[in-house]
């Protein structure tokens, strides 16, 4: 028995009981049988209410203490099993199932406990997926209505946020998924979000909402494209998972280019904007460079040509002690002059977005980064051209694709070449870090005068055997 | 009416998608949507954004655990309707930001949310995670709720992140940093271009349980989920079919195991940690990095995981002494070079650090150019 976790809970209950109402005495009571007698004991994650960071295991304490979830064990067992993952050093949950909501093929992920005896609050724990709202902004009675649901059906537990973006409701048993679904549409105007051979649900930056860098609207291109794509989120039909996520400016927040197999990133084509007179600002040090970014340790005094002009990578800038210039046709917009004085300097007004395509993590030919395909895109709503790229992007992918390869892979083993063709783009250097250094050019027939069928008795009558 | 098991179908409401995010919006940011001029971060962890309108918006970021519970939301609530007109927002990287419209309410809501704890003493708002510092771990489900990892998630999180609580709250690293964490190779957290990454991987080959494979799987996907080709069919001694595994060829990616649950590869000595470094998403100056594994392995020790909290900690100490302003961690180890890298930070550079998968050759130094 944990030690620290029992005379918590006793404390806890303890001054409760001084200030409460007989029959919520008498709850508060029982509900301390009922801890005293399904409790665990969790000496390892106690540990881990140690130190200043938020400790998850005091959190789900809280829970245990206060919480009113439908799965009142779940909390509990939760940490129980965990304990014991943490005395046998590997994990104690099953290969999901297939459950979900009727209709759908995504959303709910299934997890089975492997020792469902020892913890059979957690025995059928599954997940369900809730579709975030563009960049994760709330309103507290929203997130409240969610907490209220979870609480009917669930096990209380959460994660703010999943690595797609979703809302997890983490754990909860199989005839409660269609309930929380029920509620979750007719109450909440709220659907779930993507898992599995799907589309995965995609994600923005905070955008126009709240930066200054944004080159195209992130969270409308994001809820246009979520709302256009609802089959495709819900229903697998693809190979595997497509991810799309949309950053607003090549600083890339939202991490498109190193996780999405279609990457939206903001840019622009004309001038970076200039106001010389905050340049100067920043050059007498009455602005903190960086926005302020290293406050924290005495870098000495701002200079410009140093922390600037020769950290452009292009060095396509000057500055002459009183101007600044930028030639800004060499400029390749890495934003790192816009961040270092962000008062100074603002995006081009001729704004859109570079799409990239294929990136994923190693499994299972290697970690792929996303690779510069559609130069510049003008992003504005309804987003047509858009969503014409991605369908012919998928058309093809579902027609070629393996089972199981990415997007990603399906390039690489058709080669860009014949993506190139699919998507119906010319190529451009911008599409390569460099030209192939092999020689091994794969030339079709047609693109050879005279083409490749040839008389071997005409070569012989002028070549001897 | 409430929802009917007898007729699951009865006014169904399908496809209708996320809430509309505009709903969403404290006033402020909807009046100053698509027209904020630039950002000043008055101290770490404080945001103010300015606005053509001359509007100021002032934000406030915490760290939080990514597992949450529902209570903790009720609290998150009751700060942002005490201190922000009942709005708030979470980061890509599980932390919230809670935003005012003037600053004469920053310091009350900071006050707030430093005062609020959990019952063992850690701190339920911690505020930071902004500029040239370390922010929040992004991190994966680990022995919380998940099949495949080789470690746990959250424990190894809240351990690392005590150890770089300075740095959350601070901003004098060269560059921000950022460090995340996937709990086994399938990477749902997608920790490749991170500064920092901390990996779950398995080092045993899977065991094959001869008895129930055939009920359990389909034996043509697992042979096929093999990037090696170490897997083909069998036969046990009793002729039940099964799958032979060479071991040789084995890398321990665990894609048998995603496609057959009859192949597990977990072991506690077998499992643990890798380390990788000097991976970034920005385009900033350098173009995007993948990570790169710089610590093949580090036992599992739950639950505070002190090696792996020592590797991650010395990393960041020896960049932040070393790298120049602006450099981020895998610009600094280009600049040094990645020999001065190992001796800098004292870590031993073994065979398992070369490369010898697809695209292996690209990453050996063909050149005479290196440093004594």
């Known amino acids: 028995m944990g030690r620290g976790f029992s005379v918590g809970i006793s404390i806890f209950l303890e001054t409760t009981r001084k200030s409460v109402d007989p029959v919520l005495e008498q709850e508060n009571y029982c509900r301390e049988e009922e801890v005293l007698m399904a409790k665990h004991s969790t000496p390892m994650l106690d540990e881990l209410e140690k130190g200043p960071w938020p400790s998850f295991v005091s959190d789900i304490k809280q829970q245990i203490e206060k919480g009113k979830q439908a799965l009142k064990d779940a909390p509990e067992d939760l940490l129980g099993v965990l304990e014991l993952s943490y005395e046998d050093k590997v994990t104690h949950w099953k290969h999901g199932g297939i459950v979900g909501v009727f209709g759908y093929g995504g959303g709910v992920i299934g997890r089975y406990c492997d020792q469902p005896q020892k913890f059979p609050g957690v025995a059928h724990f599954h997940t369900m997926r809730v579709n975030q709202p563009s960049s994760k902004f709330y309103k507290t009675d929203f997130l409240r209505q969610l907490c209220a649901l979870w609480e009917k059906w669930g096990s209380g537990l959460t994660n703010m946020h999943g690595s797609t973006g979703d809302i997890i409701f983490l754990g ?231 089972n199981r390869e990415r997007l990603g892979e399906l390039i690489q083993r058709q080669t860009m070449q014949k993506f190139l063709q699919v998507i119906e783009r010319e190529p451009d250097p911008r599409m390569v870090k460099e030209p192939r250094s092999n020689p091994y050019i794969f030339w079709k027939e047609e693109e050879v005068e005279g083409g490749w069928t040839r008389d071997i008795k005409a070569f012989r009558e002028k070549h001897q055997r | 009416m409430p929802y009917d098991p007898k007729d699951p179908l009865k006014d169904r409401i399908t496809d209708i998608g996320p809430r509309y995010y505009k709903e969403f919006f404290p006033p402020v940011i909807e009046k100053n949507y698509g027209k904020w001029m630039y950002h000043e971060i008055l101290e770490p962890g404080v945001l103010a954004h300015t606005s053509e309108t001359g509007d100021k918006v002032y934000t406030v970021r915490v760290g939080a655990a990514r597992l949450i519970t529902i209570e903790h939301i009720r609290e998150i609530c009751d700060v942002a309707d005490k201190h922000c007109g009942g709005y708030l927002r979470f980061t890509t990287r599980n932390n919230v930001e809670f935003m005012v419209d003037s600053k004469d309410k920053v310091k009350p809501l900071m006050d707030d949310l430093k005062s609020r704890k959990f019952s063992a003493g850690s701190n339920k708002f911690p505020i930071g995670g902004t500029g040239a510092g370390v922010t929040n771990i992004v991190h994966t489900q680990g022995w919380v709720h998940c099949h495949t990892p080789a470690i746990d998630a959250s424990g190894v999180v809240k351990a690392v992140m005590d150890g770089l609580f300075d740095e959350f709250g601070s901003m004098r690293l060269p560059a921000p940093v950022r460090v995340s964490l996937a709990c086994c190779l399938n990477m749902c957290g997608a920790v490749h271009c991170s500064d920092i990454a901390i990996l779950g991987i398995h080092r045993k080959p899977p065991m094959v349980d001869n008895e129930w494979i055939d009920k359990l799987c389909e034996l043509p996907l697992a042979i096929a989920a093999c990037p090696t080709a170490a897997i083909k069919p069998a036969k046990t001694e009793s002729g039940l079919k099964t799958l032979d595994v060479n071991h040789e060829r084995c890398m321990f990616c665990g894609n048998c195991f995603t496609m057959c649950a009859a192949m597990p590869l977990a072991d506690d000595v077998g499992s643990g940690v890798a380390i990788l470094v000097g991976g970034k998403i920005s385009n900033r100056r350098s173009m995007p990095k993948f990570s790169k594994v710089v610590i093949p392995f580090i036992p599992n020790e739950p639950p505070r995981w002190p090696q792996t909290v020592k590797a991650v900690k010395n990393i960041v100490d020896v960049y932040s002494k070393d790298a120049k302003k602006y450099e981020r961690v895998g610009e600094w180890a280009e600049r040094i070079g990645w020999e001065r890298f190992f001796e800098k930070t004292e870590i031993p550079f073994s065979h398992h650090l070369i490369d010898d998968y697809r695209f292996a050759y690209t990453t050996w130094r063909t050149s005479t150019q290196f440093k004594f």
């Open chain 1, 172 to 402: 909860t048993t199989t005839p409660n998924l269609e309930q929380v679904f029920y509620e979750l549409t007719h109450e909440l105007n709220q659907d779930l979000g993507g898992s599995g051979s799907n589309l995965r649900t995609p994600s923005c930056c905070i955008g126009r909402a709240r930066c200054q860098f944004a080159c195209y609207d992130t969270q409308e291109a994001c809820h246009q494209l979520t709302m256009e794509y609802q089959d495709e989120l819900h229903r697998p039909a693809f190979p595997y998972k497509f991810k799309f996520k949309f950053d607003g400016c090549p600083n890339g927040c939202v991490a498109s280019i190193a996780r999405s197999d279609m990457s939206v990133i903001g840019t622009w084509r004309d001038n970076i904007r200039i106001d010389q007179n905050a340049v100067k600002a920043y050059v007498g040090g009455e602005i903190a460079p960086n926005a302020g970014a290293h406050a924290g340790r005495d870098w000495g005094k701002f200079d410009i040509e140093k922390e600037v002009i020769n950290l452009c990578p292009t060095g396509c800038m000057s500055w002459d002690g009183s101007k600044l210039e930028i030639n800004n046709k060499e400029c390749t917009r890495c934003m790192h002059c816009l961040n270092v004085m962000p008062q100074a300097l603002r995006v081009g007004l001729d704004q859109g977005a570079s799409i990239l395509f294929g990136a994923k993590a190693p499994i299972l030919e290697g970690a792929q980064m996303a690779t510069l395909t559609v130069p510049f895109m003008k992003m504005e709503p309804p987003f047509e051209e858009l969503k014409e790229l991605i369908e012919k992007v998928w058309d093809w992918w579902m027609e070629e694709g393996k």
